[in-house]
């Protein structure tokens, strides 16, 4: 299994807000877009400085994963993603491992890759 966001509308200049949703990925029935982008920017900076509020927490993100959600998300509906810096625990050394392991799976998975 793993985590889906569900990222909420909003406009470029609004916060990045979401929700997690934990799907079997041997059955995901509702289809989600993975994406797929480079940590750091094109001067190097890999820092998680960027933030997106997820289920009432702040999870820190690299100024180039809170950009590339920002330009993604949709005005006026949801829209179901999976990114890695968000949807794999970072901290949990363990989760992350395995997850991943996974990321072939969930990238085949996908009804679409954002790149």
């Not at 509020?53 to 999870?59: A, N, Q, S, T």
């Not at 993604?72 to 949801?78: A, D, F, I, M, S």
């Not at 179901?80 to 969930?106: F, K, P, Y």
Request: glycine share 4%; charged share 30%.
């Amino acid at each position: 299994e793993t985590r889906i966001v569900n990222l909420f509308p909003g406009k470029l200049e609004d916060s990045v807000r979401c929700t997690f949703e934990t799907v079997e990925l041997s059955s995901v029935y509702e289809e989600y877009e993975a994406i797929s982008y480079t940590w750091a920017t094109e001067g190097g900076d890999d820092m998680k400085t960027g933030c997106v509020y997820c289920d009432e927490r702040i999870i820190p993100v690299t100024k180039n994963c809170e950009a590339i959600l920002r330009r993604l998300r949709r005005p006026w509906k949801t829209r179901r993603v999976w990114v890695d810096a968000i949807c794999i625990n970072q901290v949990n050394t363990s989760e992350r491992n395995h997850q991943v392991g996974l990321m072939d799976h969930v990238y085949r998975k996908a009804s679409n890759v954002l790149i």
